[in-house]
């Protein structure tokens, strides 16, 4: 079995390509610019036990660069069987100062991304009869969150997304689902001084933020062959924030 898991570097990203070297699979990370931070977790995934571990480079708006890397995938014999659609950019701001560069950039990464890396290597799944897409959303892609218009949009389209592919998929045994966590201590929090994080985690009922390791417990859990009955859910580790 062979996953990709886009945005793999670090953070989230790397804690699911861990996950899946753990069990021994064979893990494609891929990266953009964090060349050093790629390899870095490539090597924690073969001392983790994957069979085999590949870092690829591209620019996720760019369906050249990504069909460069699917042809890569191809004569190393490491087609994905599971696709983790994680790559993302955050963006904090009131509405009013969002310019439509940026606008257009948050888009493009979040969610032209994921139909790019979605289109391009589901025909494989389809074929066999059998895959998992697992799409890493927030949880303000659910409550929306004020100053995170633009973040809170590409992620409700990313749930959505997820919803009616699912629908499209499940005649061809391919499940597709989205992790919608709540808030989880990575760098996405760095915005953040000590005094608000503090009085974020008091929102939280469990009284503290995810670690990364717990969000790929559930990006596992959803890749298994035994989860087939399990799709277009949008599942929110949150901590009881929202329910």
Same mark, same amino acid.
Request: glycine share 10%; proline share 4%; hydrophobic share 45%.
């Given at each position: 079995?062979?996953?990709?898991?886009?945005?793999?570097?670090?953070? !989230?990203?790397?804690?699911?390509?861990?996950?899946? #070297?753990?069990?021994?699979?064979?893990?494609?990370?891929?990266?953009?610019?964090?060349?050093e931070a790629a390899n870095e977790t490539a090597r924690t995934c073969l001392r983790a036990g994957?069979?085999?571990?590949?870092?690829?480079?591209?620019d996720l708006r760019s369906r050249e660069q990504l069909v460069r890397v699917r042809e890569k995938l191809s004569q190393r014999e490491l087609v994905p069987d599971i696709l983790v659609n994680n790559a993302g950019i955050a963006h904090y701001s009131m509405l009013a100062d969002v310019s439509?560069?940026?606008?257009?950039?948050?888009?493009?990464?979040?969610?032209?991304?994921?139909?790019?890396?979605?289109?391009?290597?589901?025909?494989a799944m389809i074929t066999q009869r059998f895959g998992r897409i697992v799409?890493?959303?927030?949880?303000?892609?659910?409550s929306g969150a004020s100053c995170e218009v633009l973040y809170s949009?590409?992620?409700?389209?990313?749930?959505?997304?997820?919803?009616?592919?699912?629908?499209?998929?499940?005649?061809?045994g391919v499940t597709v689902n989205a992790v919608a966590p709540g808030a989880v201590d990575t760098v996405m929090l760095d915005n953040l001084g000590a005094e608000e994080k503090t009085a974020l985690e008091s929102e939280i009922p469990v009284g503290?933020?995810?670690?990364?390791?717990? !969000? #790929?417990?559930?990006?596992?859990?959803?890749?298994?062959?035994?989860?087939?009955? !399990?799709?277009?859910? !949008?599942?929110?580790?949150?901590?009881?924030?929202?329910?």
């Open positions: 079995m062979t996953v990709l898991v886009t945005g793999g570097s670090r953070g !989230i990203g790397a804690a699911i390509a861990r996950r899946f #070297a753990s069990e021994g699979m064979n893990v494609v990370i891929h990266y953009h610019q964090s060349h994957a069979a085999n571990v590949m870092t690829v480079s591209a439509e560069d940026e606008w257009d950039d948050v888009m493009s990464v979040n969610l032209k991304g994921m139909f790019l890396c979605t289109q391009l290597f589901m025909p799409n890493v959303s927030s949880i303000w892609g659910i949009t590409t992620k409700g389209g990313m749930n959505a997304f997820t919803k009616a592919l699912a629908k499209e998929l499940a005649p061809s503290r933020f995810a670690q990364p390791d717990e !969000i #790929a417990s559930l990006v596992y859990f959803l890749a298994l062959p035994e989860s087939a009955y !399990i799709t277009g859910q !949008i599942i929110s580790p949150n901590g009881g924030w929202l329910t």
